[in-house]
């Protein structure tokens, strides 16, 4: 009985401990630099992980230094943080993509089963663009894809690309034939619409929006199931016809590893929920042709559980080649 009894306070003396610990370390957290890696090295998503991590910085009074990792469709960088210790000072800024890559690859990287949603920085729909007075709406467009099946095209920035699937989706859900022809970049997906190579490019807002605001290209729908505020006058799929469309398009996250103290995450959330009520940090994202939503991580992770649903269902059970086809 003596013994049961001393191992028992010995467990309770150690497990207080460790929980005491844990307190300890997430009160004075941070007490050191903080890293951030990305897979980006410029633009719009290296844009927004800097403006947060800038602002961390600030209100921390520590130093958040930002590194990029490219490669492998941000799977370099994911894995380069899953390599860390799990304490908060190496978190992972990354993009919609690594859902997709979940879905189509088993041994990419997990975004529910190895990191922690902190919060989803900022988003951008999917726009579907066209060169000015091609057809001047995206009704049009569905009924010339209609009229003439397999030889109406679409841009996207590569296969297995969120815009690669959306077009598959808008195929699946509208009953037409338009035909995948991947680009390497967002600049040369836009430039082989103004050369009429092809006829639509599925693209964010922020690289199509000063093409849009320029006139020189129309942008026909957005993938968001609401009107962007930054772009209010073109109309969603859904209006246009498409049914069945979830709420899709580029975003932007930020996850901590798998055990990671979630007093810690709970920190670092709260944070950047007052970086997202600054009002000049949303004009500066407003800028760009993006949006700040809600930036809790149990939002972060409905939007990633829905999306693997999406995508699931897409490429499993309406059997999509995510080839060039």
């Known amino acids: 009985m003596n013994y049961l009894m001393n191992r028992i306070l010995k467990f309770s003396l150690v497990t207080g401990l460790a929980i005491a610990h844990a ?11 903080i890293k951030v890696t990305m897979p980006w090295l410029d633009g719009f998503p290296a844009n927004s992980t800097r403006l947060f991590s800038e602002k961390l910085a600030q209100l921390y009074k520590r130093p958040v230094v930002v590194d990029v990792k490219s490669g492998a ?15 908060g000072y190496s978190l992972l800024s990354t993009g919609s993509s690594i859902t997709i890559r979940s879905v189509t690859d088993a041994s990419s990287v997990d975004p529910e089963r190895e990191f922690v949603p902190i919060a989803q920085l900022v988003t951008t729909p999917y ?19 209609k009229a ?15 815009m690669h699937y959306l077009g598959e989706l808008i195929n699946a859900n509208s009953g037409v034939r338009i035909v995948h022809v991947p680009y390497a970049s967002g600049s040369r997906q836009l430039q082989a619409v103004l050369s009429d190579d092809v006829h639509v490019a599925i693209i964010s807002l922020v690289t199509a929006l000063p093409y849009i605001k320029s006139d020189t290209m129309e942008a026909l729908a957005v993938s968001s199931p609401k009107r962007s505020k930054v772009a209010p006058h073109v109309p969603t799929l859904l209006e246009s016809g498409v049914e069945g469309v979830p709420d899709i398009g580029a975003w932007i996250a930020m996850f901590a590893p798998r055990g990671t103290d979630p007093a810690v995450v709970q920190n670092l959330s709260e944070k950047i929920m007052a970086i997202a009520s600054d009002p000049a940090v949303a004009e500066t994202v407003a800028s760009w042709g993006a949006e700040i939503p809600d930036v809790s991580p149990a939002h972060l992770s409905e939007v990633i559980q829905a999306e693997r649903k999406t995508w699931t269902q897409l490429i499993k059970e309406k059997h999509l080649v995510t080839g060039n086809k």
């Open 23 to 33: 307190v300890v370390s997430a009160q004075g957290y941070p007490d050191k630099a």
């Open 127 to 145: 726009v579907i663009v066209a060169k000015r007075g091609k057809f001047g709406s995206f009704k049009n467009f569905l009924a010339a894809a």
């Open 73 to 87: 469709g941000g799977e370099v960088a994911a894995r380069q943080v899953l390599q860390a210790h799990p304490d």
């Open 148 to 162: 003439n099946p397999g030889k109406i095209n679409f841009a996207s920035a590569g296969v297995g690309t969120g």
